[in-house]
C-alpha cells in the first residue's frame, strides 16, 4: 500500500505559480511512476505529466514549457512546478503513483488538491 499526501494548492492570478507537492509513504520503494492528473468541473480527469524513477519525464501538450514535474526520490517527493497559470488550468489536481512487486501493479491516489485561476 502506498499513501499520497498533496499539498500546494489554492487561489492565484492568471500568470501566477503554485508548486505542489506530494509525499509518498508505505510501499514506496515499490513506485516505478508518478506523475499528476486534473479534473475541471464537468470534465474528465486527465494526464499533466509524468516521471519515472530514472527521471524520464512526459507531459500533456497544454502544459508543455509551463509545467515543470520533478521529484526527489531520497524523500519520495513529487512536485509540480506550474507557471504562466491560466484560467483553463482551474482544476483539481491529483498525485497518482504506480507499483510494481512480484509482477502484481498497483495504482495509487491522493485526495486531490484544488487549483483555482481567477483574476
Known amino acids: 500500500q502506498v499513501q499520497l499526501v498533496e499539498s500546494g494548492g489554492g487561489s492565484v492570478q492568471p500568470g501566477g505559480s503554485l508548486r505542489l507537492s506530494c509525499a509518498a509513504s508505505g510501499s514506496s520503494s515499490d513506485i516505478f511512476l508518478m506523475g499528476w492528473y486534473r479534473q475541471a468541473p464537468g470534465k474528465q480527469r486527465e494526464l499533466v505529466a509524468t516521471?519515472?524513477?530514472?527521471?524520464?519525464?512526459n507531459y500533456a501538450d497544454s502544459v508543455k514549457g509551463r509545467f515543470t514535474i520533478s521529484r526527489d526520490n531520497a524523500k519520495n517527493t513529487v512536485f509540480l512546478q506550474i507557471n504562466s497559470l491560466k484560467p483553463e488550468d482551474t482544476a483539481v489536481y491529483y498525485c497518482?503513483?504506480?507499483?510494481?512487486?512480484?509482477?502484481?501493479?498497483?495504482?495509487?491516489w491522493g485526495q486531490g488538491t484544488q487549483v483555482t485561476v481567477s483574476s
Open positions: 516521471i519515472t524513477n530514472a527521471g524520464t519525464t
Open positions: 497518482n503513483a504506480r507499483t510494481l512487486r512480484s509482477l502484481i501493479r498497483g495504482d495509487y
